[in-house]
């Protein structure tokens, strides 16, 4: 059983930063895949970047990379994601989310079964 919180949401100007940090409990952290996914109004829930549980791989959605980093550390049972040059479609609740290691796909929303209860974020023009 792991248990997700978020924190770090909040009100930011276009071309801002902001960083969400999850925390998780439970033992070996390591062994979960986590995911950072985003909901905005109307729309589906969207992967917007994930890392492996020993921090070595990390894949971000097109939307997002190179202005948004995913970085995790296992000691203190933590992951984090790092926003930058923020934009007002960026604009959206984000969610932490964690699945053990070993699954065949860590691409959709109902690949993780433990969510956080997500961070607004709203990013103005």
């Known amino acids: 059983q792991v248990q997700l919180v978020e924190s770090g949401g909040g009100l930011v100007q276009a071309g801002g930063s902001l960083r969400l940090s999850c925390a998780a409990s439970?033992?070996?952290?390591?062994?979960?895949?986590m995911g950072w996914f985003r909901q905005a109004p109307g729309k589906e829930r969207e992967l917007v970047a994930r890392?492996?549980?020993?921090?070595?791989?990390?894949y971000y959605a097109d939307s997002v990379k190179g202005r948004f980093t995913i970085s995790r550390d296992n000691a203190e049972n933590m992951v984090y994601l790092q926003m930058n040059s923020l934009k007002p479609e960026d604009t959206a609740d984000y969610y932490c989310?964690?699945?053990?290691?070993?699954?065949?796909?860590?691409?959709?929303?109902?690949?993780?079964?433990?969510w956080g209860q997500g961070t607004q974020v709203t990013v103005s023009s």
């Open positions: 989310a964690a699945v053990a290691v070993g699954g065949r796909s860590y691409s959709r929303a109902r690949d993780y079964n433990y």
């Open positions: 439970g033992r070996t952290f390591s062994a979960y895949h």
């Open positions: 890392i492996s549980g020993s921090g070595g791989y990390a």
